[in-house]
């Protein structure tokens, strides 16, 4: 596995985390990719335009985010990441606590030496 690269995609899992703790919508928007797709863990099909106003409006609010589990394969210009997370916050009004495995794929962003998101999924680990 190419080191650098994958030390990249720990220190953009890193920026996700502390946006998604934050609901930093600027660093949001600049590690999701324009044409994201996410499954979140009700089964919706969302894209960057939902997921960033679920931040902006309050659905989402995210208290606690521990990683664990992490594992990353790397493909040229492209990491998919599996990670199993220790989530406390709400969607909805509702309590959305628990453990979660989130999947991303990341993507080289060309113009930048940056990564972003291109897909993602989330489901609650039973």
Not at 99 to 111: G, Q
Request: with cysteine.
């Amino acid at each position: 596995m190419n080191e650098a690269m994958e030390t990249q995609i720990l220190a953009a899992e890193e920026q996700l985390r502390i946006a998604m703790l934050n609901s930093d919508l600027r660093a949001l928007d600049e590690l999701l990719a324009p044409e994201m797709i996410f499954t979140n863990h009700l089964g919706q099909l969302l894209g960057k335009k939902d997921d960033l106003g679920a931040y902006q409006s309050g659905l989402l609010q995210v208290k606690e985010l521990t990683p664990s589990e992490r594992q990353i394969q790397i493909h040229e210009k492209t990491a998919v990441v599996s990670v199993r997370m220790r989530l406390s916050g709400t969607y909805d009004g509702c309590p959305a606590n628990g453990d979660f495995r989130f999947t991303r794929v990341w993507t080289a962003a060309s113009a930048r030496n940056s990564w972003h998101i291109v897909a993602a999924h989330a489901t609650r680990v039973i």
